[in-house]
């Protein structure tokens, strides 16, 4: 009787001072009094002698070891690593370490627009950002100029730049022109007559395939392109996510209808075996503007003179076409580095010279850059007809609405609406599960989100 | 544990050993200062620091449990402690009916030779790294590569993709890590069985007892510390899982979850979000959930008591 007593007794005190112990304390909000402005950066006691670090991926490494080949007075360690290709967050991870031991930094790195939301922050209240605002100093504002409409959208905070675009990836029209020659189609120009030519191909032609929804990337084809307004930057910690906007379901409805009749598969075009199997069966693919090289060529190898380029889809009725994009990297430059000039002579190289450009692996963000590829032959002898005008076009048509967002849009497409799909759900009944997922992983990371 | 002798402890050897560290010396505290510098080193003191992160903020400013209740209530902290749950479910049954099953049997009715021939077989995958453990089920579970993929299609899975669908994951990882980690317990509990006395054993056929019999009445019960021992350790590692989770999730093209388990979710909080404070909590929790499944386990299966006579 004593001893139950004595436990009641200590389970209320226990539950005060819990009580106690979470009223009376300090905001445990990461957020909370974070919001500095790190427009200038204290930078370090600088040595134009120094050696410079570089991180790359391993498709920029060629154009980094050409510039030092070029530049042997320069200093430099090479370090080949992932570019944050796939969702990686390798180099976020590093540099969290980096900043709480106060050094490692690389002087400058290749990356995925998303590093940039938070290299442009200090990781904690002690820190600085890691990426420097190269409009402060380090590149000229003619040359910031220069580069494709809207394509350093994802650099840009608090009115400053944090970064170069390497290249961009506008979504295009692909399909195989020898196939659709033979099969006797015409190629589309709006959505509507997108969804005819699949359900036709369905039917005259089954086991033909005019996409793929499966990849980790396929609703940055796709919903991106549709102007759907998934996760719309409205401030600059506001977020809107609505996917019951008409522009998301009727590409839901579009692709359920497609994936029903069968010629567009739920599985990805960079899945095991797709190349394998699916491969020659592509006759239409709504991608980026490096699947021709990089899916067609390498992945399908398809012979040369069979695949081309068409304008990106517009809505009917709608006068103003836009598109998607589909990665695309970004060169920053440490706040940290002890050789600011070297880094920026070797970053302003490898993105806005014509010596690169020129024969870069992908689509340079860099507009006279993306002259010189494209007026290089070997970029383009691959295709059935010039893709010059396409690629053109379409770099300066990529929505900005769809946002560059704290968190990854991969992860909700990925592990929540392409599980759902490949169970045997349609995308249209999805869309509530994936708008929840975003607007939770938004909030997760400080965003407000609105859903109107 | 990584030897394939099995061990054999008699007891009376047991006791001495006890009860001459109690008579004192350095040489006891000498031997044991090397591993206890390195525990402090890098287990106890970084625990110490998680601690101190897990009821701070970046500031350093006292939290109380407010980093608690911030974790509690991300949209991502329930399923990862139900993902979890689900795992340890099937892992569990299996590490302890199977591998104390097979153990039995090994031990009792097969032929010696055949019986250390296929001890060591059972062993070799938990020889394996766990990476590596992972890329080997990588390919048996895909079935466009897989050498069994006519069980996969069999069973009506034609992609990958479809393997892994969120309910299966579980007991994917459950099936990964039996296979990696039920060698090493095999060796272990066949190694048990070898210190039951052979009189014992005489004693029971005597009576009458068949291998069903002698199995759950004598076998089973005189190594249930070694039960209780493997249990413990399993479901710590268990309740710590990441590496596989983490592979399978990049291998299958981001279809698993980056936050699956709940340590993923620490390793996100840490080094995606650069919450350090948040994660520390999370990995309070997974401590005091691995302490009191360990303390009930000991403290109900008598794991540590010395039986003085």
Request: include cysteine; glycine fraction near 8%; aromatic fraction near 12%.
């Amino acid at each position: 009787m004593m001893s139950h007593q004595r436990r009641t007794v200590s389970a209320i005190a226990a539950l005060l001072a819990v009580g106690v112990l979470a009223a009376a304390c300090a905001s445990a909000d990461p957020n909370a009094g974070n919001e500095s402005t790190a427009a200038s950066f204290t930078p370090q006691p600088q040595d134009t002698n120094a050696k410079i670090t570089v991180w790359t991926d391993s498709t920029r490494l060629a154009s980094v070891q050409a510039y030092q080949k070029a530049n042997p007075g320069v200093q430099m360690d090479v370090v080949t690593y992932d570019g944050s290709a796939d969702g990686s967050t390798y180099l976020q991870t590093k540099v969290q370490l980096f900043d709480r031991t106060g050094s490692g930094w690389p002087d400058v790195v290749f990356a995925a627009p998303t590093d940039v939301t938070w290299a442009s922050q200090p990781t904690s209240p002690s820190a600085q950002a890691f990426a420097a605002p190269v409009d402060q100093g380090l590149v000229p504002a003619d040359t910031l100029k220069n580069f494709a409409a809207g394509s350093l959208a994802p650099c840009q905070f608090n009115g400053h730049t944090y970064c170069l675009r390497n290249d961009i990836a506008q979504v295009v029209l692909w399909y195989n022109k020898s196939l659709l020659d033979q099969f006797g189609y015409t190629v589309p120009t709006t959505w509507e007559e997108y969804q005819a030519l699949g359900e036709k191909v369905a039917k005259e032609h089954p086991g033909y395939l005019v996409g793929a929804i499966g990849d980790t990337n396929s609703h940055e084809s796709y919903f991106w392109s549709a102007q759907c307004p998934a996760q719309q930057l409205t401030g600059p910690t506001e977020l809107r996510s609505n996917l019951q906007d008409q522009h998301c379901t009727k590409m839901a409805s579009l692709l359920d209808g497609l994936i029903k009749a069968g010629s567009v598969t739920t599985q990805g075009f960079f899945g095991q075996g797709f190349a394998k199997d699916y491969g020659s069966k592509v006759l239409m693919a709504v991608g980026p503007s490096w699947y021709g090289q990089y899916l067609f060529n390498s992945a399908f190898k398809t012979p040369a003179g069979q695949i081309a380029a068409a304008a990106p889809l517009k809505w009917q009725g709608e006068s103003q076409a836009h598109t998607g994009n589909v990665g695309g990297g970004v060169w920053m430059i440490s706040s940290h580095s002890k050789n600011l000039k070297a880094a920026t002579a070797l970053s302003s190289w490898l993105t806005t010279s014509d010596d690169n450009l020129a024969s870069a692996p992908t689509y340079p963000a860099y507009s006279p850059g993306a002259k010189a590829w494209l007026a290089n032959p070997a970029n383009k002898d691959y295709f059935a007809t010039d893709v010059s005008t396409v690629f053109q076009q379409a770099a300066n048509e990529v929505w900005t609405g769809w946002g560059n967002t704290k968190f990854s849009d991969a992860t909700a497409w990925s592990s929540v609406v392409l599980p759902a799909v490949t169970a045997g759900k349609t995308l249209t009944a999805t869309l509530p599960a994936w708008q929840n997922e975003i607007a939770s992983e938004a909030k997760s990371v400080g965003y407000t989100v609105t859903t109107q | 544990m990584t030897a394939l002798d099995t061990p054999i402890v008699a007891a009376p050897a047991r006791r001495t050993a006890v009860r001459r560290a109690r008579e004192g010396g350095v040489s006891g505290p000498l031997f044991v200062s090397g591993y206890v510098i390195l525990l402090l080193a890098f287990g106890v003191l970084p625990t110490l620091y998680a601690v101190f992160l897990a009821f701070t903020n970046a500031r350093g400013q006292f939290t109380g449990l407010n980093q608690f209740l911030r974790v509690f209530q991300d949209f991502r902290f329930w399923p990862s402690f139900g993902d979890i749950l689900v795992y340890l479910v099937f892992w569990l049954l299996l590490i302890v009916i199977l591998t104390v099953g097979v153990a039995v049997v090994l031990r009792s009715r097969m032929p010696a030779p055949l019986s250390a021939a296929i001890r060591f077989l059972y062993y070799i995958p938990g020889a394996l790294a766990g990476v590596a453990s992972v890329l080997v089920w990588l390919f048996m579970l895909d079935p466009s590569v897989s050498p069994v993929n006519w069980l996969l299609k069999g069973l009506g899975f034609d992609t990958f993709a479809q393997v892994l669908a969120p309910g299966h994951l579980s007991l994917v990882f459950a099936l990964i890590a039996f296979w990696t980690g039920a060698g090493g317990w095999i060796v272990v509990m066949y190694g048990a069985l070898n210190n039951i006395p052979q009189e014992v054993l005489e004693a029971a056929r005597m009576d009458g007892a068949g291998p069903w019999r002698m199995a759950l009445h004598i076998q089973i019960p005189m190594i249930r510390k070694w039960i209780v021992y493997m249990a413990i350790l399993a479901f710590a590692a268990g309740t710590q899982l990441f590496v596989e989770p983490q592979l399978l999730q990049t291998a299958s093209l981001g279809r698993v979850s980056p936050t699956w388990s709940p340590n993923q979710l620490a390793y996100v909080y840490a080094f995606q979000h650069g919450d350090f404070n948040g994660a520390a909590a999370i990995s309070l929790v997974l401590l005091v959930i691995g302490l009191l499944g360990a303390g009930l386990l000991v403290t109900r299966s008598g794991l540590f008591k010395v039986d003085e006579q």
